[in-house]
């Protein structure tokens, strides 16, 4: 959902600082535009993608905008790779690869076989997948799926799978990723979900009227598109580098890349055609080591070394490289050059933040002084309109020091509120920290603005004068950004403090991935939905004996949800014994199901006291998919 933001235009600072980007980087270098635009075959004549329902999950032409001069609410840098990134239709990489571009956030691509194509990552939405095969075929004709390929564990690289394939299908058409990427792709979307998807809806402006004002563009693509999420799971585990695999006559070489852009994750080389798919380890930006919604820190330094191994690997039989992401690059000499720069980017943070923290610099201390090499700095490529220098040195710091710097005035600090309530009162009350707010507001100081003003809201979130002028500075801040997804997080905070929470657009915890789950991590995800301190004189054991398995059983005692497979002694003793098959269980632990009422079908048999289960689940807590964040 959409709506009116009550934004206001640019302050002059903001104008000002805008307009000087335009003189401090090449915008007469017009290559990027010149790749972005090669081998355009054509588009989609359907301006909008809907789902069966009709409501619009991807909009091809809401960035027509951006074919404008950029305006002083927007970082002319942001505006240039929004501009690029937007470009949708067919594009032909080399003879026999296709890409289908600004049909989501991601690409899908599409390698011609001897019968069919073998299609790689297709998108988030079901939807999107299916209008960009369609566009493919309007232009290529109707040859089927021969293979599917998820070069990584992130739910813009298959969630639209269903798109392409079918369950039908999947006997005859393999379904390959690498090794882990079951486990990555559901634990990241289940057990973390909710925030995560909370915070995603902020990353990426989803709920943002698109416009000069609003969202313009989240720096790796445009924008998540909101429709259908699935998942088959693969049928063929890439496991080593150098394994290779021959799918409809289609030769690929593998390089495995885990703990990079993602835990599991590959490269693929096509040596037939030269060229070199990159995933999402370098695209036309620097990535994030930690992303704002949230997920476990990447390591630069591996991710600096598997750059620098795909050159050695495959750099001399390479003349394009391409990602899931973005445009590719053409020319051998061309395409080393831009793996070597992205390498140089992640390996300079790496060692740099590290330097500076051996000698006793904070994160914020790092963040604020860092500067990157100025011929990185010259290559559109490495601008921070995803990640950023800024918040990735934070997560260099936090992967090897964690969240603590060291100063023991931050070991035990307030919590929010209670902090507020005393900055405030230490301040001369809510009327003078605005006083003198609005005059920072005026001076361009607009950091300070948010950081102080932070604190009469959260000590006092009806205050209307500060939650006003927190909005004001926070869209300041959100129009001179040059990463995209800042730009989003300060625009959607505005937002929320006029409007109040917008909700989360995408969800991702979709059938096909609960049934992914393991049965181990359908318990631990269970046991995190456990309100502790309400299940602290509980004690419940539950033991399911399962249909050709071992049995399981779950105790719930001192507020912790425990699970024990097979019988001994850290097994305990159970008020119930449930016997049914795996899919009965399934159903009973998602709340699709009760014990009595399978018992009553004949399809479970329960031994004890069946009542326990539904005081065990009882003890179960919803998470809140809309919780406040820029108010208490």
């Known amino acids: 959902m959409t709506r009116k933001t009550g934004s206001k235009p640019a302050q002059q600072r903001i104008a000002e600082d805008n307009s000087a980007v335009l003189r401090r980087f090449p915008f007469d270098d017009t290559r990027d535009l010149d790749d972005a635009r090669r081998g355009f075959v054509g588009t989609s004549g359907r301006q909008v993608i809907r789902d069966a329902a009709g409501r619009t999950v991807w909009d091809l032409?809401?960035?027509?905008?951006?074919?404008?001069?950029?305006?002083?609410?927007?970082?002319?840098?942001?505006w240039r790779q929004s501009r690029l990134s937007a470009d949708h239709g067919l594009f032909e990489v080399v003879e026999g690869i296709y890409q289908i571009r600004g049909f989501d956030l991601s690409n899908m691509t599409v390698v011609e076989g001897?019968?069919?194509?073998?299609?790689?990552d297709p998108l988030i939405s079901a939807e999107t997948a299916a209008a960009?095969?369609?566009?493919?075929?309007?232009?290529?004709?109707?040859?089927?799926?021969?293979?599917?390929?998820?070069?990584?564990?992130?739910?813009?690289?298959?969630?639209?799978?269903?798109?392409?394939?079918?369950?039908?299908?999947?006997?005859?058409?393999?379904?390959?990723?690498?090794?882990?990427?079951?486990?990555?792709?559901v634990s990241e979307n289940v057990h973390a979900g909710t925030a995560m998807a909370r915070r995603a809806a902020y990353m990426y402006g989803a709920a943002l009227p698109k416009g000069e004002r609003g969202q313009i563009g989240a720096g790796l693509g445009q924008t998540t598109s909101t429709g259908t999420v699935g998942l088959i799971p693969p049928t063929l585990d890439i496991t080593r580098t150098g394994q290779t695999e021959t799918v409809d006559g289609i030769r690929m070489v593998f390089q495995m890349t885990p703990g990079t852009e993602a835990p599991a994750e590959l490269n693929i080389h096509f040596p037939d055609h030269f060229a070199l798919c990159m995933a999402e380890n370098a695209t036309h930006n620097l990535h994030n080591l930690l992303t704002l919604r949230g997920a476990q820190v990447r390591d630069p330094r591996e991710w600096a070394r598997y750059l620098t191994e795909a050159v050695g690997l495959f750099g001399d039989s390479t003349d394009v490289a391409f990602a899931s992401h973005h445009w590719p690059v053409w020319g051998r000499e061309r395409a080393i050059g831009f793996l070597t720069e992205q390498r140089d980017v992640y390996a300079y943070l790496h060692d740099q933040t590290l330097r500076l923290l051996n000698r006793g610099h904070t994160p914020l201390e790092i963040a604020e002084t860092m500067e990157m090499p100025p011929a990185l700095e010259r290559a559109w490529h490495t601008h921070g309109y995803y990640g950023?220098?800024?918040?990735?040195?934070?997560?260099?710091?936090?992967?090897?020091?964690?969240?603590?710097?060291?100063?023991?005035?931050?070991?035990?600090?307030?919590?929010?509120?209670?902090?507020?309530?005393?900055?405030?009162?230490?301040?001369?009350?809510?009327?003078?920290?605005?006083?003198?707010?609005?005059?920072?507001f005026a001076a361009g100081d607009f950091r300070w603005v948010v950081q102080v003003v932070n604190h009469v809201v959260f000590a006092d979130p009806d205050n209307a004068g500060a939650r006003d002028l927190q909005a004001d500075a926070l869209e300041q801040l959100g129009y001179g950004s040059e990463n995209g997804t800042w730009r989003n997080f300060y625009l959607t905070g505005a937002l929320e403090l006029r409007h109040g929470p917008v909700g989360t657009p995408t969800a991702t915890a979709s059938p096909d991935l609960m049934r992914a789950l393991t049965l181990d991590q359908l318990f631990d995800a269970l046991a995190i939905r456990v309100d502790g301190p309400r299940s602290w004189d509980a004690d419940i054991c539950v033991r399911w004996n399962?249909?050709?398995?071992?049995?399981?059983?779950?105790?719930?005692?001192?507020?912790v949800l425990t699970h024990v497979t097979g019988i001994g002694p850290a097994a305990c003793e159970p008020d119930v014994e449930v016997t049914l098959d795996e899919d009965a269980l399934r159903a009973v632990l998602l709340g699709e199901a009760s014990v009595p009422g399978l018992v009553e079908q004949g399809r479970a048999k329960a031994d004890g006291d069946p009542t326990k289960v539904d005081e065990l689940l009882g003890h179960l807590g919803e998470p809140d998919p809309g919780f406040a964040i820029v108010t208490p």
């Open 61 to 78: 032409e809401a960035y027509g905008f951006l074919a404008g001069d950029c305006p002083g609410t927007a970082n002319p840098s942001l």
């Open 114 to 120: 001897e019968r069919g194509v073998l299609v790689i």
């Open 388 to 440: 950023s220098v800024s918040h990735n040195t934070k997560a260099v710091y936090q992967r090897y020091m964690g969240w603590f710097d060291g100063n023991p005035a931050h070991l035990w600090e307030h919590p929010p509120v209670e902090s507020a309530r005393r900055y405030v009162e230490f301040m001369g009350g809510a009327d003078e920290v605005l006083r003198r707010a609005h005059e920072s």
């Open 546 to 559: 399962v249909k050709d398995r071992e049995p399981v059983t779950v105790r719930l005692r001192n507020g």
């Open 132 to 185: 960009a095969l369609a566009l493919y075929r309007g232009h290529r004709g109707d040859r089927p799926v021969t293979g599917v390929l998820y070069t990584h564990s992130h739910v813009d690289h298959f969630g639209g799978v269903r798109g392409v394939v079918t369950d039908a299908d999947v006997g005859g058409v393999p379904v390959i990723a690498p090794r882990g990427f079951l486990e990555h792709a």
